[in-house]
């Protein structure tokens, strides 16, 4: 095997143009592997994170009749136990109510939050415009919209009514902007105790949220199953965002199939380059087998001189296809950038997922150099003493 | 003396539409340590006959036995040892591997054999080199030498392994006069240092002449059988 090892060194040195060209083909192949893979998952990650990440990813809920689940803060505990996957839990009073003012009125969903766990799911610090957040049973933060059609501004009164026909006025101290209309003219935050205060329901919520880590958001469905049987009763229902995003996860499986398609094509196109510069290579060299063979060399020898040639120049190809790939990714997200300055596509460098890459180059170069070995076993040494 | 080689009966036909029948029962001894010349016209089959010696090529019929042992019940492993240990190949077209320099042509019968070089074996082909004159260029690759320094460079490469048979074919055939001469004493020194075996194919009378044996080949038959 070391002498195999030495003669493809040999000859691959004694040939640099077609080695470098060779080495050039594998590492472009390799290069738009990794760009195209990056970006794709980049894609895919930035989506999920717009459309879920400020978002809870799994939701329990009442089954009962009034809806609420009341040994709360137990539950908050052992649900914030039960997974290393879930990062924040957070219970919420949510009610229907009638907010006015100055003549308007309109419906509205009352969210009684505790307000810094709740940071931790919507990112409501950062979401919060103007003002300031509720931090007593007075107050209230309503969404950006309502701010311009009502021109409300700050530390303005405004009533709530609940469907019992109680109405409280609450002092308006902030107002956020979640992105999403409809949130933002359908919402009003209050803090959890004002909740409970304004709806008389005790110490009770209507639903917990939980967030989980960004790495296991496509295993939520998994993690609730795991919550519902370990912990939660019959009397509590538990649903996650991919059984309620079911068109959002075909278009992501779809996206993610193209990607394997691009990703498979791209490999064949390799795999058949090396074959055949390999194959070629053969007939170049098999003058040189059959010296060999005539001094004796075994025919599993000259078959190493091959698959070593592959296992090099995929080596090689690998090694400068991620480097040129990181490069394309990296102008890419220098280049390629919103008129604010940050990257139109996010690329998500996956350092398994290059590893993978390079590893499935250099396994597709020895598997295109069998062949060629093959051929090299088979050469006859007559053939080629004879011809001359 | 003991036989070193047998044919028995050979005979060689290429083709399988168009027969053409290049040896017809071929029936040859050789001894351990005799210095053999094959002579013949072109297309006479010697050179046939010497791959068929060399393991190379196959017997249509008939049988080869070196050391008593029929080549025919080895295996293509098996061949390929016996080829590397016992046989050093000297070929008319000298075959150097043109990616390797002189000294590691030299060097790879016993790379094939061994994986990898000593200090001993290196100084050993130094020496051999040293012997067919080409300290010199040692260290040129194969292509950077004249016809005749590759000649001798295949010369030293047969020997390396220290074979029981050297194989020549035309070993003086593309060199000048006192080239040759100085070629055939060289093959005759090692000849009779160390009881090496030669069958050697040549074109000239004078190296055929100082043989202890000339076999002369005509139409893919024994001609001549002459032992001095």
Redesign the interface.
């Known amino acids: 095997m070391?002498?195999g090892l030495?003669?493809a060194l040999?000859?691959l040195?004694?040939n640099k143009g077609q080695t470098l060209l060779i080495i050039l083909g594998i590492a472009i192949g390799v290069s738009v592997q990794i760009f195209i893979g990056s970006l794709i998952q980049g894609l895919q990650k930035g989506l999920v994170d717009k459309t879920i990440g400020n978002s809870p990813q799994i939701t329990v809920s009442s089954k009962s009749e009034d809806k609420r689940i009341y040994d709360y803060n137990e539950l908050i505990g052992s649900i914030q136990a039960a997974d290393s996957d879930i990062t924040v839990v957070s219970g919420t009073m949510d009610n229907a109510a009638f907010l006015e003012y100055s003549g308007n009125s309109q419906s509205i969903l009352i969210r009684g939050f505790n307000i810094d766990q709740a940071d931790g799911i919507y990112n409501l610090y950062d979401r919060i415009e103007e003002g300031t957040y509720p931090r007593n049973e007075s107050e209230i933060i309503l969404g950006i919209d309502l701010k311009d059609e009502y021109s409300l501004s700050l530390n303005d009164k405004v009533n709530v009514t609940t469907f019992n026909n109680k109405s409280v006025t609450l002092t308006v101290v902030g107002f956020f902007d979640l992105k999403v209309a409809s949130l933002n003219t359908g919402w009003g935050i209050v803090t959890l105790k004002s909740a409970q205060d304004i709806f008389d329901t005790g110490l009770a919520v209507t639903s917990i949220e939980i967030k989980l880590d960004a790495d296991s958001v496509f295993i939520a469905d998994e993690i609730a199953e795991g919550l519902q049987w370990k912990l939660l009763g019959d009397n509590l229902e538990i649903e996650n965002w991919k059984a309620q995003n079911e068109s959002l996860l075909s278009g992501l499986q779809g996206q993610d199939i193209s990607s394997y398609m691009i990703q498979v094509f791209v490999m064949v196109s390799v795999v058949l380059a090396i074959a055949s510069v390999l194959a070629i290579t053969v007939i170049q060299k098999s003058?040189?087998i059959?010296?060999?063979?005539?001094?004796?060399?075994?025919?599993?020898?000259t078959s190493y001189i091959f698959l070593f040639e592959g296992l090099l120049l995929g080596f090689f190809g690998a090694v400068f296809g991620i480097l040129l790939g990181l490069g394309l990714s990296f102008a890419f997200t220098k280049f390629a950038v919103n008129p604010d300055g940050t990257p139109v596509i996010d690329l998500y460098i996956n350092y398994s997922f290059i590893t993978l890459s390079g590893l499935i180059a250099i396994v597709a170069s020895i598997l295109a150099a069998l062949l060629p070995a093959i051929r090299s076993s088979k050469l006859n040494?007559?053939d080629i003493?004879?011809d001359? | 003396m003991s036989k070193i080689l047998e044919l028995i009966n050979v005979n060689k036909i290429y083709g399988t539409d168009v027969k053409n029948h290049v040896l017809h029962d071929i029936n040859l001894s050789f001894e351990e340590g005799s210095f053999n010349s094959i002579i013949g016209q072109s297309g006479s089959g010697k050179s046939t006959l010497l791959n068929i010696i060399g393991t190379l090529d196959k017997a249509t019929t008939g049988d080869v036995l070196i050391n008593g042992k029929d080549i025919k019940s080895m295996n293509a492993n098996q061949l390929a040892d016996y080829r590397n240990e016992t046989i050093g190949f000297v070929f008319q077209f000298h075959y150097l591997l043109p990616e390797f320099t002189a000294m590691e042509n030299v060097l790879m019968p016993y790379l094939i054999k061994n994986g990898k070089v000593t200090k001993e074996i290196k100084e050993r082909a130094e020496e051999s080199l040293k012997l067919v004159g080409l300290e010199e260029v040692k260290n040129n690759l194969s292509t950077k030498m004249s016809g005749g320094q590759q000649q001798r460079t295949a010369i030293a490469r047969s020997l390396i392994n220290n074979p029981k048979i050297v194989l020549a074919d035309e070993p003086t055939g593309n060199l000048d006069s006192d080239t040759t001469d100085s070629t055939y004493e060289l093959l005759r020194g090692i000849n009779e240092k160390f009881n090496t075996t030669f069958i050697v194919i040549t074109h000239d009378r004078r190296i055929a002449e100082k043989a202890d044996r000339i076999i002369e080949i005509k139409d893919g038959r024994i001609n001549l059988d002459i032992r001095k």
């Open positions: 070391r002498l030495k003669i040999r000859f040195k004694s003058r040189q059959g010296i060999l063979k005539a001094m004796g060399i075994r025919n599993s020898s040494p007559i003493i004879r001359n």
